[in-house]
C-alpha cells in the first residue's frame, strides 16, 4: 500500500484530508496535539531526545557522585548531604546509596538513554525522512511508544525517592538480590518500581520496534529498493529487529522473577537462608536461568545500542569524507552477521557460572567470529575516509571519535571472548573498561555525532561550531583518560562494584590512579553541560539554515523543506533513481538520490 | 481492495505487516518461557504430573473457535452481516470459554494438591501457570478486539467495506490457537 493510501485511509486516523493533491493541507493543530500528544515522527523523536538527554544527565550526574566516593574515599563532602540527605550522612555516601547509585546508573545509561535516547531519536527521526514516507506505518502506535516510556521514566525516576531507595543489586538485577524483599534495602519497593519501569519500557520499545520494521519494509518511496537505501537505515532497521526478538524473552524473564517476587513460586530460589529471617521454603530454582534468560536479551542488546551509531556514522563518515561509502554490500552484510551473532553469544556473560567448558569453547568461537564482521566495519570506514576531501564538522569528528572508541574496546572484547583468560578478568574493572569504551562511550558518540549532524535537520538552525569542538576534544580525551587506565586495574585484578578500595592492600597502589580517574569525569561531566547549553541556545538562537541542503548531501531528507511540516514533503514524495553515496562520481562533486540516472553515466 | 485505485498491487498492508512481527515477538516470548521450562526439566525436583483433562477440551473449544472466526471473515466479505455479527459474537464466546476451561484446569491442579503459586509450589506447576496464563491473557487481547469490532458492527452509521479489521482479528486469532497448539503439545510430549 502506498505512503498516501495508509496516511489518508480512514483507519489512518485522520492524520490529513483525503484529498488526491498532494499539497501539505494545514489541519488544525493545538499545543497538546503539536507538542505533547504529538503524532509526528520528528516531533516524537525530538520528545525521545530530550526525555533521553535529561536521563543523560542524570545518570550521569550519578557516576560522578560514585566516582567522588571511589577516588575521595576518605574525605567527606557536605554538599552531598544537602543532595542525598540520609544517604549520605556528614558528606560520605553510604554503602547503600552506593550500590543504588551504580545501579540506576547503568540501567539509565544503557536502556533509557542509549536504547530510548538513541534509537527512538534516530530511528523516528530518520526512517521516514530517508526512505521518504509522510510518517511512520502507524503514528498512532509511534505516539504510545514514546508515552509508555514517558511512563518508564516517571517510575524509575520516582523509585529514587522511595523510602529504602531504588533497587541496589546490579543493572542486571540478578536473583536473590532481586527477587528478595529481604535481600537488601532496594530489593522491596525499588525493586517493584524498577520491574514496572522495566516493564513499561520493554512494551515501548516493541511498539518503536514493530513500527519501525513495518515502515522500512513497506513504507519506501518509489524507486527506494532496499539496497538503495542509507546506511543508517538497514542499521535502525536491523536495531528494530533484534529489539523485537530479544525484548520478549527479558520480559519472560521478569515475569517468573514476579511470581518469585510476589507469589511465592520457585523458579529462580533454592536453598536460600536470611539473616535474621531463617530458611525459605524455596525448593528447586535456579539463578541462573534469569541469567540465561537476561543475556539472551542482554547480549542483542549491545547491538540495539552499538547499530544505530553504527549506520549514523556510516553516513556521516560518507557525506563528510565527499567519498562513497567503501563497501556498501559489504556494510549490510556485516551488520546482518552481527545482528545473527549476536543471539549466539549470550553465554559469554556467563562463562564462570559453572557453565560446561565445552559449551563455553563453543560460545568462544562464536564470540571471537564477531571480530569478523566488526573488523570489516572498520577497514571500511578508514577505507572511505582514505584520501577523502574530508570536512571536519563536529558530526563528522565524532564519527571519527566513535571509529577509534570502536577500535580501542573492540580489541579488548577479543580477550574478555576467551573464557580461559576471563577466570581471570571476570568481574574486574577490566570488563568496565571494555564495555564502556565499546558500547558506552562509543555509542554516545554516535549520538553526538548524530545530533550535531541532523539538527539543522531537526530544528532549521546550526549549533555552535567552537562550542561543538571543545565539547568533541574534551569528551575524548576524557574518555580515554577515565577508561584506560581501567584496563590496568582489572589486569591487576581489581574486582567491580567494591565501594573502597583502599582497605584492600592489593588495590591500595590504586589510590592516586582512581582520584585521577574521578577527576576527569568530573571534567568531562562538566564538558557534557557545554553541550546542553549548545543544544538548547541553538534551538531558541542558533544560526538559521537558509539552505535546503547545508552538507550537500545526497539523501532524501535534505529534499525537504528547511522547517518540514507533518508529511514532510510539499507535494509529491521524490523518486528515488540511485544509490545514497554518489559522491565524487564523474566529475560532480554530489548526485542526490533523486537525480534521474544520466544516459552517459559511469555505473557504481 | 481493488477499489482503492492507488494502491499498489499485491503489498502487503503495513498493519498486517505488524501484526505479522508482533507474532513474532510473542513466539520469542514462549520460546524463552518454554526453552527455560526444558532447561529447568532437566534439573533436581521437577515435579511429574498429568496435565488436567479438561485442557483437552479447551483445546477443542479454540480449533472450533478458530473456525468461527474464519466463517466470521467469509460471512463480512459476502456482506452477509446478520451472519458476520453472529460468528463473531460466537467466536469471543467460545473464546471467554476457553479461558474459563483454563481456570478450571488449574482448580483441577490445585484441588490434586499440587500448588501452582505459594511457599509448596514446584516451578513444574508454576510453569504451567505462567505460561498458560500468559496466554490466556493473549486470548483476552483477540475478545477484547472482537469486541471492538462487535460494537462497531452495531454503532457505526457508515457502512464499512474494508474487511481489513476482521482480516487482522482473524489473523491474530488464528494465532493464539496454533499458539495453545503449540503448548498443549510441549506439555503433553515434548517438555
Given amino acids: 500500500m502506498s505512503n498516501e493510501a495508509v496516511l489518508h485511509a480512514p483507519a489512518g486516523a485522520g492524520l490529513h484530508d483525503a484529498h488526491g493533491d498532494h499539497h501539505h493541507e494545514h489541519h488544525h493543530e493545538t499545543f497538546i496535539s503539536k507538542y505533547v500528544f504529538s503524532m509526528d515522527h520528528k516531533m516524537i523523536a525530538k520528545q525521545?531526545?530530550?526525555?533521553?538527554?535529561?536521563?543523560?544527565?542524570?545518570?550521569?550526574?550519578?557516576?560522578?557522585?560514585?566516582?567522588?566516593?571511589?577516588?575521595?574515599?576518605?574525605?567527606?563532602?557536605?554538599?552531598?548531604?544537602?543532595?542525598?540527605?540520609?544517604?549520605?550522612?556528614?558528606?560520605?555516601?553510604?554503602?547503600?546509596?552506593?550500590?543504588?547509585?551504580?545501579?540506576?546508573?547503568?540501567?539509565?545509561?544503557?536502556?533509557?538513554?542509549?536504547?530510548?535516547?538513541?534509537?527512538?531519536?534516530?530511528?523516528?527521526?530518520?526512517?521516514?525522512?530517508?526512505?521518504?514516507?509522510?510518517?511512520?506505518?502507524?503514528?498512532?502506535?509511534?505516539?504510545?511508544?514514546?508515552?509508555?516510556?514517558?511512563?518508564?521514566?516517571?517510575?524509575?525516576?520516582?523509585?529514587?525517592?522511595?523510602?529504602?531507595?531504588?533497587?541496589?543489586?546490579?543493572?542486571?538485577?540478578?536473583p536473590p538480590l532481586s527477587a528478595l524483599a529481604a535481600a537488601s534495602p532496594g530489593s522491596g519497593t525499588g525493586m517493584d518500581l524498577w520491574l514496572i519501569a522495566?516493564?513499561?519500557?520493554?512494551?515501548?520499545?516493541?511498539?518503536?520496534?514493530?513500527?519501525?520494521?513495518?515502515?522500512?519494509?513497506?513504507?519506501?518511496?518509489?524507486?527506494?529498493?532496499?539496497?538503495?537505501?542509507?546506511?543508517?537505515?538497514?542499521?535502525?532497521?536491523?536495531?528494530?529487529?533484534?529489539?523485537?526478538?530479544?525484548?520478549?524473552?527479558?520480559?519472560?524473564?521478569?515475569?517468573?522473577?514476579?511470581?518469585?517476587?510476589?507469589f511465592g513460586t520457585s523458579f529462580y530460589l533454592s536453598d536460600i537462608f536470611i539473616n535474621g529471617v531463617g530458611a525459605l521454603p524455596n525448593e528447586g530454582g535456579s539463578a541462573i536461568l534469569y541469567q540465561h534468560l537476561f543475556w539472551f536479551l542482554g547480549h542483542p542488546e549491545v547491538y540495539i545500542i552499538l547499530l544505530p551509531a553504527m549506520g549514523m556514522v556510516s553516513e556521516i563518515l560518507s557525506v563528510n569524507s565527499r567519498k562513497p561509502i567503501f563497501g556498501y554490500i559489504a556494510m549490510v552484510g556485516s551488520l546482518f552477521a552481527i545482528a545473527i551473532l549476536a543471539f549466539l553469544v549470550w553465554a559469554h556473560h556467563m562463562f564462570v557460572t559453572g557453565l560446561n567448558p565445552f559449551l563455553g569453547s563453543v560460545f568462544v568461537l562464536l564470540t571471537l567470529l564477531i571480530a569478523v564482521p566488526s573488523a570489516i566495519k572498520v577497514f571500511n570506514w578508514l577505507t572511505t575516509l582514505w584520501r577523502g576531501n574530508i570536512r571536519f564538522t563536529p558530526g563528522m569528528l565524532f564519527s571519527i571519535g566513535f571509529v577509534s572508541l570502536f577500535i580501542s574496546g573492540g580489541l579488548t572484547g577479543i580477550w574478555l571472548g576467551n573464557s580461559a583468560l576471563d577466570i581471570h578478568l571476570h568481574d574486574t574493572y577490566f570488563v568496565i573498561a571494555h564495555f564502556h569504551i565499546v558500547m558506552g562511550v562509543a555509542s554516545m558518540f554516535g549520538m553526538f555525532a548524530g545530533i550535531y549532524h541532523w539538527f539543522p535537520k531537526m530544528y532549521g538552525r546550526y549549533m555552535n561550531n567552537t562550542l561543538a569542538y571543545l565539547h568533541f576534544w574534551i569528551t575524548l580525551?576524557?574518555?580515554?583518560?577515565?577508561?584506560?587506565?581501567?584496563?590496568?586495574?582489572?589486569?591487576?585484578?581489581?574486582?567491580?562494584?567494591?565501594?573502597?578500595?583502599?582497605?584492600?592492600?592489593?588495590?591500595?597502589?590504586?589510590?592516586?590512579?582512581?582520584?585521577?580517574?574521578?577527576?576527569?569525569?568530573?571534567?568531562?561531566?562538566?564538558?557534557?553541560?557545554?553541550?546542553?547549553?549548545?543544544?538548547f541556545y541553538s534551538v531558541f538562537k542558533g544560526r538559521k539554515v537558509t539552505t535546503q541542503n547545508p552538507y550537500n548531501a545526497n539523501t532524501l531528507e535534505w529534499t525537504t523543506p528547511i522547517n518540514p511540516g507533518h508529511g514532510n514533503w510539499v507535494g509529491e514524495i521524490p523518486e528515488v533513481h540511485r544509490w545514497a553515496y554518489d559522491y565524487g562520481k564523474d566529475g560532480k562533486e554530489f548526485i542526490p538520490q533523486t537525480t534521474p540516472v544520466g544516459a552517459d553515466e559511469s555505473s557504481h | 481492495?481493488?477499489?482503492?485505485?492507488?494502491?499498489?498491487?499485491?503489498?502487503?498492508?503495513?498493519?498486517?505487516?505488524?501484526?505479522?512481527?508482533?507474532?513474532?515477538?510473542?513466539?520469542?516470548?514462549?520460546?524463552?518461557?518454554?526453552?527455560?521450562?526444558?532447561?529447568?526439566?532437566?534439573?533436581?525436583?521437577?515435579?511429574?504430573?498429568?496435565?488436567?483433562?479438561?485442557?483437552?477440551?479447551?483445546?477443542?473449544?479454540?480449533?472450533?473457535?478458530?473456525?468461527?472466526?474464519?466463517?466470521?471473515?467469509?460471512?463480512?466479505?459476502?456482506?452477509?452481516?446478520?451472519?458476520?455479527?453472529?460468528?463473531?459474537?460466537?467466536?469471543?464466546?467460545?473464546?471467554?470459554?476457553?479461558?474459563?476451561?483454563?481456570?478450571?484446569?488449574?482448580?483441577?491442579?490445585?484441588?490434586?494438591?499440587?500448588?501452582?503459586?505459594?511457599?509448596?509450589?514446584?516451578?513444574?506447576?508454576?510453569?504451567?501457570?505462567?505460561?498458560?496464563?500468559?496466554?490466556?491473557?493473549?486470548?483476552?487481547?483477540?475478545?477484547?478486539?472482537?469486541l471492538v469490532m462487535f460494537i462497531r458492527a452495531y454503532v457505526s452509521s457508515v457502512k464499512n467495506y474494508s474487511s481489513l479489521s476482521i482480516e487482522l482479528v482473524g489473523t491474530y486469532w488464528h494465532f493464539v490457537d496454533i499458539l495453545w497448539i503449540y503448548l498443549f503439545i510441549f506439555y503433553n510430549w515434548i517438555g
Fill in chain 1, 477 to 535: 580525551g576524557g574518555a580515554y583518560m577515565i577508561f584506560w587506565p581501567m584496563h590496568y586495574q582489572g589486569l591487576a585484578g581489581m574486582p567491580r562494584r567494591y565501594y573502597d578500595y583502599s582497605v584492600w592492600e592489593s588495590f591500595k597502589q590504586f589510590a592516586e590512579l582512581n582520584r585521577f580517574i574521578s577527576t576527569v569525569a568530573m571534567i568531562v561531566f562538566a564538558a557534557q553541560l557545554l553541550f546542553l547549553f549548545n543544544f
Fill in chain 2, 1 to 146: 481492495m481493488s477499489a482503492i485505485a492507488n494502491e499498489a498491487p499485491k503489498r502487503i498492508h503495513p498493519h498486517k505487516f505488524t501484526l505479522w512481527v508482533a507474532m513474532g515477538s510473542i513466539i520469542m516470548m514462549f520460546a524463552g518461557l518454554t526453552s527455560a521450562y526444558i532447561v529447568k526439566k532437566n534439573q533436581s525436583s521437577w515435579l511429574e504430573f498429568d496435565l488436567p483433562v479438561v485442557f483437552m477440551y479447551s483445546t477443542l473449544v479454540i480449533i472450533a473457535s478458530s473456525l468461527t472466526v474464519h466463517l466470521a471473515a467469509k460471512a463480512f466479505k459476502a456482506r452477509e452481516m446478520a451472519r458476520y455479527r453472529t460468528l463473531i459474537t460466537v467466536t469471543a464466546l467460545l473464546g471467554v470459554l476457553f479461558m474459563a476451561l483454563q481456570i478450571l484446569g488449574f482448580m483441577d491442579l490445585e484441588a490434586r494438591n499440587i500448588a501452582l503459586t505459594g511457599a509448596k509450589s514446584n516451578s513444574a506447576a508454576s510453569f504451567l501457570l505462567v505460561i498458560t496464563g500468559l496466554h490466556m491473557l493473549h486470548v483476552l487481547g483477540g475478545v477484547i478486539a472482537l
Fill in chain 1, 48 to 174: 525521545f531526545l530530550i526525555t533521553g538527554m535529561v536521563w543523560a544527565v542524570l545518570g550521569g550526574l550519578m557516576s560522578v557522585l560514585f566516582r567522588l566516593q571511589l577516588g575521595y574515599p576518605e574525605s567527606t563532602f557536605p554538599f552531598l548531604e544537602d543532595i542525598l540527605g540520609k544517604w549520605a550522612e556528614g558528606g560520605k555516601i553510604t554503602p547503600e546509596a552506593y550500590y543504588a547509585l551504580v545501579t540506576t546508573h547503568g540501567t539509565v545509561l544503557v536502556f533509557f538513554v542509549l536504547t530510548a535516547g538513541l534509537s527512538g531519536t534516530f530511528a523516528n527521526f530518520l526512517i521516514p525522512l530517508q526512505i521518504g514516507a509522510r510518517d511512520m506505518a502507524s503514528p498512532f502506535m509511534n505516539m504510545l511508544s514514546y508515552w509508555f516510556f514517558f511512563a518508564a521514566s516517571i517510575v524509575m525516576l520516582s523509585s529514587m525517592f522511595v523510602e529504602f531507595g531504588p533497587f541496589s543489586g546490579g543493572w542486571t538485577a540478578y
Fill in chain 1, 198 to 262: 522495566m516493564a513499561l519500557f520493554v512494551v515501548s520499545s516493541l511498539l518503536g520496534g514493530l513500527n519501525y520494521i513495518a515502515t522500512v519494509l513497506n513504507m519506501r518511496t518509489k524507486g527506494m529498493s532496499m539496497t538503495r537505501m542509507p546506511l543508517t537505515i538497514w542499521a535502525l532497521f536491523f536495531t528494530a529487529v533484534l529489539g523485537v526478538l530479544s525484548f520478549p524473552v527479558l520480559f519472560s524473564g521478569f515475569i517468573l522473577l514476579i511470581f518469585d517476587r510476589n
